[in-house]
């Protein structure tokens, strides 16, 4: 009697902490993204437009679903909130909504500790936001955020795992071009057709990595960046993941290895002593650039 209880103890115990350490049994993503941003005096947009930066915010949730609903049918894929445009605003991003997601995403312009948003001169610094709550993973995509030797990428820390985004300038980028592929009857001729590429396929490919793939977040983020920006239009550049280390329930955690099927529900790290140290690696393609 007494073994059995022991036994179902140990069970009951293997139960709880799986749910610590597993595929998620739900996942939500909220985007910020602003393709054209607000007017300044002169009447001009305060900063250059890019609509595609609102398509690649659909790429990566469409891309989400499919993959969590298809090869994680357990998990439950919550309805996204997307802000795109005038809805992205500092008073919007700063506040604690986003807490209440798992993935954060934002995409337009930055600097150095700093994302713009859509009012002419309204920019989030990174003391001006700390990611928390439910929110484990933060992708920025805009330019020099996390440059190496000059950025401070503590303050944007409050129990996030990582963020991705990059040290050096990034690049939202479309066209159009003509390949040969093998047609006819078995195959014997060859026909011209237009492919599209764009760099809107990183956040695409990102989540199919991570999620179908089974890469580690940084492998998955890595190889989409060198396929759709790098290799596809020759640009020159340096993405990046940043993180605080440590040991989570007595074991080590390095956020930049966590895979999707076995990533830790929580928060992690929020508290001064409760993390070895802050962390980041980068993978550098080609000549990047920084101004």
Request: with cysteine.
């Amino acid at each position: 009697m007494h073994k059995l209880t022991f036994l179902l103890l140990i069970l009951s115990f293997a139960i709880v902490n799986a749910k610590d350490s597993n595929y998620p049994s739900k996942f939500s993503v909220i985007t910020y993204t602003v393709g054209n941003y607000g007017l300044n005096s002169m009447g001009e947009p305060w900063r250059s437009n890019n609509s595609l930066r609102n398509d690649a915010a659909d790429s990566l949730v469409s891309s989400f679903e499919n993959n969590i609903t298809t090869y994680y049918p357990g998990t439950r894929f919550g309805t996204p909130k997307k802000y795109k445009d005038a809805a992205v605003t500092r008073s919007r991003f700063t506040s604690n909504e986003s807490n209440n997601y798992n993935f954060v995403y934002y995409s337009g312009h930055g600097n150095v500790n700093r994302i713009t948003m859509y009012p002419d001169q309204e920019r989030v610094y990174n003391t001006d936001k700390r990611f928390g709550g439910k929110t484990y993973w933060v992708m920025i995509k805009s330019c020099l955020v996390f440059r190496n030797g000059e950025a401070d990428q503590d303050p944007w820390f409050n129990g996030v795992h990582s963020i991705l985004g990059y040290s050096s300038l990034s690049y939202t980028h479309a066209d159009q071009v003509q390949i040969k592929v093998r047609c006819g009857i078995n195959g014997l001729a060859y026909c011209t057709r237009t492919q599209t590429r764009s760099t809107v396929f990183v956040e695409r490919d990102f989540a199919t990595n991570w999620i179908k793939e089974k890469q580690t977040i940084l492998d998955a983020y890595i190889n989409a960046v060198y396929k759709w920006s790098f290799e596809a239009f020759g640009f020159g550049i340096e993405p990046k993941i940043v993180y605080r280390y440590g040991y989570v329930d007595g074991k080590f955690f390095d956020p930049w290895e966590e895979k999707f099927e076995s990533s830790i529900q929580k928060p992690v790290f929020r508290n001064a002593g409760e993390y070895t140290g802050i962390g980041s690696r980068w993978c550098t393609m080609g000549t990047p650039e920084y101004e």
